[in-house]
T-cell receptor
Framework: GAVVSQHPSWVICKSGTSVKIECRSL??????MFWYRQFPKQSLMLMAT?????????EQGVEKDKFLINHASLTLSTLTVTSAHPEDSSFYIC?????????FGPGTRLTVL | GQQVMQIPQYQHVQEGEDFTTYCNSS?????IQWYKQRPGGHPVFLIQ?????EVKKQKRLTFQFGEAKKNSSLHITATQTTDVGTYFC??????????FGAGTTVTVRA
């Protein structure tokens, strides 16, 4: 099946710093990528839809100025968590759409101290 | 917005037994997808159901999509220890967004 990578796989940062997470589709082009957040023992919550060449669409309750999304090419989307705080600690997962199927990246575990 | 409810949240199964997890959407879906997530891992795509009343099988797993395209089920027969994990259903709308159910976390006792 299609392969999606994420980098880094885990990151620990100090409160107030910004963290960038990359999501790449390795063997297909994805005009649409999605960013999810998953807290421990909870389901995946869609944060935003990233469209190549246009602005991301954010779900209700997700601050677009805090979670900056850039979809610069058909194979790369980035999520930047700005001024991170401990409550932003979570598992961030991206997915890339290929036709009707979404392929998920391995996730990035963010811990904010 | 679209909501997908999934039950049960936890399923503790004796090895060899069968179990079923159910999903119900508040709206009609374009398709429903099922994923499995192992502890510490990421969701792995299992299957997609598109047609009303569709039934698909993958070895010991049987997936069903309701006639109204609002509910779905996953039935696992003869549960094995390799079936441990959380199974999520995800309902897709016409804009390809997925709404995930809460997941059913399966543990198996030998």
């Amino acid at each position: 099946g299609a392969v999606v990578s994420q980098h880094p796989s885990w990151v620990i940062c100090k409160s107030g710093t910004s963290v960038k997470i990359e999501c790449r589709s390795l063997d297909f082009q994805a005009t649409t990528m999605f960013w999810y957040r998953q807290f421990p023992k909870q389901s995946l919550m869609l944060m935003a839809t990233s469209n190549e060449g246009s602005k991301a669409t954010y779900e209700q309750g997700v601050e677009k100025d805090k979670f900056l999304i850039n979809h610069a090419s058909l194979t790369l989307s980035t999520l930047t968590v700005t001024s991170a705080h401990p409550e932003d600690s979570s598992f961030y997962i991206c997915s890339a759409r290929s036709q009707y199927t979404q392929y998920f990246g391995p996730g990035t575990r963010l811990t904010v101290l | 917005g679209q909501q997908v409810m999934q039950i049960p949240q936890y399923q503790h199964v004796q090895e060899g037994e069968d179990f079923t997890t159910y999903c119900n959407s508040s709206t009609t879906l374009s398709n429903i997808q099922w994923y499995k997530q192992r502890p510490g891992g990421h969701p792995v795509f299992l299957i997609q159901l598109v047609k009303s009343g569709e039934v698909k099988k993958q070895k010991r797993l049987t997936f069903q999509f309701g006639e109204a395209k609002k509910n779905s089920s996953l039935h696992i027969t003869a549960t094995q220890t390799t079936d441990v994990g959380t199974y999520f259903c995800a309902g897709a709308s016409n804009d390809y967004k997925l709404s995930f159910g809460a997941g059913t976390t399966v543990t198996v006792r030998a």
